[in-house]
T-cell receptor
């Protein structure tokens, strides 16, 4: 059983550059989430997909951020014109939503740590 | 406004004793609560959850208690083991997919 996979694990880039992260959820999971976590804080919700549809974006997600899940499987999170404040751990999680299945927890990947120089 | 609060940033417990981690919330619309454990350089790992219609859920050494009137959630670990040393996050859900996490409690189990 493969869990949620994120790539890369670490990304160091200069301010102003664009970065893209990838998340491969657990295969049968139809829900996918992106979170951001900074030191001493819990994960903060960024955005949510049900299959390929992006159903909600947090106001934390400025217009420099974009996320896609083109075929309802893997997802990408892109940050354009990175800023110092973008330095954080970016976590992806997935879960299964299915009628009659009851509450299903989110399962997280190990995250991508972004450092902006 | 922090809707889910973990007021103890750290906790130390002797091996074999009970660990009790606490979480308070403010939003009465939360309908599902979860606990996650996080080791350094790894993502959070799901531990145990509870629906708002229950007041207790048990899984092995882990028990979660929910007191809706007090808007309080707790995780009991009995007996505590050194491998339980990690950061523990509580999370609450409202709507069908919106999860709010606390800031975490670092548990250290002393051998």
């Amino acid at each position: 059983d493969t869990g949620v996979s994120q790539d890369p694990r670490h990304k160091i880039t200069k301010r102003g550059q664009n970065v893209t992260f990838r998340c491969d959820p657990i295969s049968e999971h139809n829900r996918l989430y992106w979170y951001r976590q900074t030191l001493g804080q819990g994960p903060e919700f960024l955005t949510y997909f049900q299959n390929e549809a992006q159903l909600e974006k947090s106001r934390l997600l400025s217009d420099r951020f974009s996320a896609e899940r083109p075929k309802g499987s893997f997802s990408t999170l892109e940050i354009q014109r990175t800023e110092q404040g973008d330095s954080a751990m970016y976590l992806c999680a997935s879960s299964l939503a299915r009628g009659g299945a009851g509450n299903q927890p989110q399962h997280f990947g190990d995250g991508t740590r972004l450092s902006i120089l | 406004d922090q809707q889910v609060k973990q007021n103890s940033p750290s906790l130390s417990v002797q091996e074999g004793r009970i660990s009790i981690l606490n979480c308070d919330y403010t939003n009465s619309m939360f309908d599902y609560f979860l606990w996650y454990k996080k080791y350094p350089a790894e993502g959070p790992t799901f531990l145990i959850s509870i629906s708002s219609i229950k007041d207790k859920n048990e899984d092995g050494r882990f028990t979660v208690f929910l007191n809706k009137s007090a808007k309080h959630l707790s995780l009991h670990i009995v007996p505590s083991q050194p491998g339980d040393s990690a950061v523990y996050f509580c999370a609450a859900r409202w709507g069908t997919y919106k999860y709010i996490f606390g800031t975490g409690t670092r548990l250290k189990v002393l051998a």
